[in-house]
């Protein structure tokens, strides 16, 4: 069965520099051991009880410090700088007492960079060559000597300076490798963000024509079908006052003046149904509000209305007119302001409605600007006898400003 750490890159790392770590923390425990029994089995002038006391002091030391605290070598300097100067001096001790203990002093080269943190692992190989010299050729300087155990605690301290440049460029690739993720993940979320976005505005375009078509068939119902209804009603109303009471053609009359009724009933219920569906036997300020609210749960952008003066019943082209205009302005918000906020309002003054469609977002060059959206509402509001404005500046946002007669007439669409 195959774990995280065979999958993920990080958890890999995590687990190869545990190991590693650990490996170099269990140095003394097989080196001080193979010491203290080369050193109680080839004889010496030295006590066995006082070399095993040296050893077994010497482990418990680094079993406190580090095996206990594992946490503290390269991170707490002061409390691995009492470790290392103790196991040092615990080794220097036993070596004093017999040479197998050489093998701890080699131990403590390793132990230096385990223990000691950055630039303080190499005070750590110098002060090791420096017991390593007393201890071999006593306090009488011996050039040769010297030169030999220098060159030694060179080899170490590069050889330490290079595995700690292998760890340094593994926690910098791991680094990479991290910020490459959450930037893959980042790609993907907008990736997905945009598809979502193209859904949506694919769907509010589908029914911004199928509101437009609607309304275009709702005016050509009233403005051809109904009118001539109500002219042929008109005109079999008159014929049948005409007719004698016995008249052969009487009943025909009759009767094709009340189909014409029924036809008329008929297509006036079509044209309502063509209607904008917020103002369904509603005032305006209610259709807006229904346009607002759908719009804030859609797009998840905070949008407030706010409604001044005394509410007044606009014609229906201007009440249509009205809504659509909020509902276009609000569409263009999502499609090109990348908004925060948005503030609309809707104002009551003697024989006029203003509304103002108010955003913070990327704004534009209105000069610059031929958007159908724009051209379209400025035609729809034209048709009632209103005036758009438009009031915008390159990252400061867009108002949207419409005037429209509470009177007005038209065929708003």
Request: net charge neutral; with cysteine.
């Amino acid at each position: 069965m195959r774990t995280a750490a065979d999958v993920d890159p990080e958890a890999r790392f995590d687990a190869f520099q545990r190991r590693w770590d650990l490996a170099w923390s269990l140095i003394p425990y097989p080196l001080v051991p193979v010491a203290t029994l080369l050193a109680l089995t080839t004889g010496g002038s030295a006590p066995p009880v006082l070399l095993v006391g040296v050893a077994v002091a010497a482990l418990g030391w680094h079993f406190w410090f580090v095996s206990l605290h594992p946490h503290w070598p390269e991170r707490k300097f002061v409390p691995m700088a009492v470790y290392f100067v103790g196991f040092l001096g615990l080794a220097t001790t036993f070596a004093s007492l017999h040479p197998a203990g050489l093998l701890i002093m080699v131990c403590c080269f390793a132990l230096t960079f385990v223990a000691l943190p950055g630039g303080w692992a190499y005070p750590g190989v110098a002060a090791t060559v420096a017991c390593t010299l007393v201890i071999v050729g006593g306090l009488r300087f011996d050039p040769g000597l010297v030169v030999q155990v220098a060159i030694g605690g060179l080899l170490a301290a590069g050889i330490g300076a290079a595995i700690r440049w292998v760890e340094r460029e593994a926690v910098r690739r791991r680094a990479a490798h991290a910020e490459l993720s959450r930037a893959h993940a980042d790609l993907v979320r907008l990736t997905e963000e945009k598809r979502r976005l193209d859904t949506e505005l694919i769907k509010v375009a589908e029914q911004a024509g199928v509101t437009r078509e609607r309304a275009r068939m709702a005016r050509a119902l009233h403005d051809t079908q109904l009118q001539h209804l109500i002219a042929i009603g008109a005109q079999l109303e008159a014929a049948s006052e005409l007719l004698e009471p016995g008249h052969a053609a009487a009943a025909p009359v009759r009767a094709a003046l009340q189909v014409s009724r029924d036809g008329l009933v008929d297509a006036r219920r079509a044209v309502d149904a063509l209607r904008p569906p917020a103002l369904d036997d509603r005032e305006l300020a209610d259709a807006i509000r229904t346009v607002v609210a759908s719009w804030r749960r859609f797009h998840r952008i905070p949008v407030e209305l706010t409604v001044t003066g005394t509410e007044t019943t606009p014609s229906p082209p201007v009440a249509e007119a009205a809504v659509r205009v909020v509902g276009e302005a609000l569409a263009n918000v999502a499609r090109h302001a990348g908004a925060t906020r948005v503030d609309v309002s809707l104002a009551y003054l003697d024989d006029v409605i203003v509304i103002d469609v108010n955003d913070d977002g990327a704004g534009f060059r209105v000069g610059e600007s031929t958007g159908f959206g724009l051209r379209s509402m400025r035609d729809r509001v034209a048709e009632v006898g209103g005036t758009l404005a438009v009031e915008s500046t390159p990252g400061a946002g867009t108002v949207v400003a419409v005037t429209l007669p509470i009177g007005g007439t038209g065929a708003a669409g």
